[in-house]
């Protein structure tokens, strides 16, 4: 019987684990890892057997998905998850509890600054943010997609684009058209996804195919543990904190920002060398 070696860790770092071990899982368990990942808000209120319906395997692998993981049981693996769900609910209703009307406009100050200041200095999004910028420059065109509460800030991105000369297009996941636009996208244009909590399924697959199509991608998503992560060419990391149900979403606007940005220094830099060389 495998001894339980993970029940002290955070369900971040079951998450993380699953992420890194995906591959040497088998087919079955990779089922369930991907399920995991993008659903993990959900394990709390399945059984056993109605997480195996809802992701179409046999309770076994269940089981032995939970083993790998150092796990004995299920109920040891969705107690991580139920501990989570519980503190999250805790911190909810203190929140709710205590706030006044003041008190609103103050956490909201405190957690989009918080948002901006982590996503403005995460190193990976620095280091990214010069192939980024070459990415854009390179594109013949570049499409823009996103679903649920990210489609806004697609449009946002590709509005901010367009006023710099770019020929960006935004791509609403699920509308009719969704894969008829994408389909468009060759090796000479580039995708930009953006997706955070909860996941868009139809962003992931879209991401999924064009990384088969050897399409150049870029995402804007919130952690190492987002689904799209594996199929993005290049990522940035937008924290999206919350003490209510609406997440902050103040970090990914601040990082399109700084994109747009480089993106219009990169143009003056072009022009005023144009200037220089007389051509002009």
Same mark, same amino acid.
């Given at each position: 019987?495998?001894?339980?070696?993970?029940?002290?860790?955070?369900?971040?770092? #079951? *998450?993380?684990? =699953?992420?890194?071990?995906?591959?040497?899982?088998?087919?079955?368990?990779?089922?369930?890892?991907?399920?995991?990942?993008?659903?993990?808000?959900?394990? &709390?209120?399945?059984?056993? +057997?109605?997480?195996?319906?809802?992701?179409?395997?046999?309770?076994?692998? =269940?089981?032995?998905?939970?083993?790998? !993981?150092?796990?004995?049981?299920?109920?040891?693996?969705?107690?991580?998850?139920?501990?989570?769900?519980?503190?999250?609910?805790?911190?909810?209703?203190?929140?709710?509890?205590?706030?006044?009307?003041?008190?609103?406009?103050?956490?909201?100050?405190?957690?989009?600054? +918080?948002? /901006?200041?982590?996503? !403005?200095?995460?190193?990976?999004?620095?280091?990214?943010?010069?192939?980024? *910028?070459?990415?854009?420059?390179?594109?013949?065109?570049? %499409?823009?997609?996103?679903?649920?509460?990210? %489609?806004?800030?697609?449009?946002?991105?590709?509005? +901010? !684009? $367009?006023?710099?000369?770019?020929?960006?297009?935004?791509?609403? @996941?699920?509308?009719?058209?969704?894969?008829?636009?994408?389909?468009?996208?060759?090796?000479?244009?580039?995708? #930009?996804? /953006?997706?955070?909590? $909860? %996941?868009?399924?139809?962003?992931? @697959?879209?991401?999924?195919?064009?990384?088969?199509?050897?399409? @150049?991608?870029?995402?804007?998503?919130?952690?190492? !543990?987002? &689904?799209?992560?594996?199929?993005?060419? *290049?990522?940035? %990391?937008?924290?999206?904190?919350? +003490?209510?149900?609406?997440?902050? @979403?103040?970090?990914?606007?601040?990082?399109?920002?700084?994109?747009?940005?480089?993106?219009? $220094?990169?143009?003056?830099?072009?022009?005023?060398?144009?200037?220089?060389?007389?051509?002009?």
């Amino acid at each position: 019987m495998p001894v339980s070696n993970v029940q002290k860790k955070s369900h971040l770092d #079951i *998450l993380e684990k =699953i992420r890194q071990e995906q591959i040497v899982f088998s087919a079955a368990q990779r089922q369930v890892a991907a399920y995991v990942l993008e659903n993990y808000h959900q394990i &709390p209120f399945l059984s056993i +057997s109605s997480l195996a319906e809802n992701i179409g395997v046999s309770n076994n692998s =269940i089981i032995k998905f939970c083993n790998h !993981l150092g796990f004995a049981k299920f109920a040891e693996f969705k107690k991580v998850f139920s501990e989570h769900a519980h503190a999250e609910l805790t911190n909810y209703n203190k929140s709710a509890d205590h706030a006044t009307e003041n008190d609103y406009f103050t956490l909201g100050l405190e957690e989009d600054v +918080s948002a /901006i200041t982590a996503t !403005l200095n995460n190193a990976a999004n620095r280091e990214n943010l010069p192939v980024a *910028l070459a990415m854009i420059k390179k594109a013949k065109h570049i %499409y823009i997609c996103g679903g649920r509460r990210s %489609y806004p800030m697609a449009h946002f991105f590709a509005t +901010s !684009l $367009r006023l710099l000369g770019v020929t960006a297009h935004e791509v609403y @996941s699920g509308h009719d058209d969704f894969w008829d636009r994408l389909r468009l996208a060759t090796r000479e244009d580039l995708v #930009i996804a /953006i997706t955070m909590p $909860r %996941y868009s399924k139809e962003v992931v @697959s879209a991401l999924k195919k064009l990384q088969e199509k050897k399409v @150049s991608t870029m995402l804007l998503t919130d952690t190492g !543990l987002s &689904p799209a992560l594996p199929h993005a060419d *290049l990522a940035f %990391y937008c924290t999206v904190p919350t +003490s209510y149900y609406l997440p902050s @979403s103040n970090g990914v606007h601040a990082m399109i920002n700084v994109i747009c940005r480089g993106v219009s $220094r990169q143009m003056d830099a072009d022009l005023y060398k144009q200037y220089k060389d007389g051509t002009l």
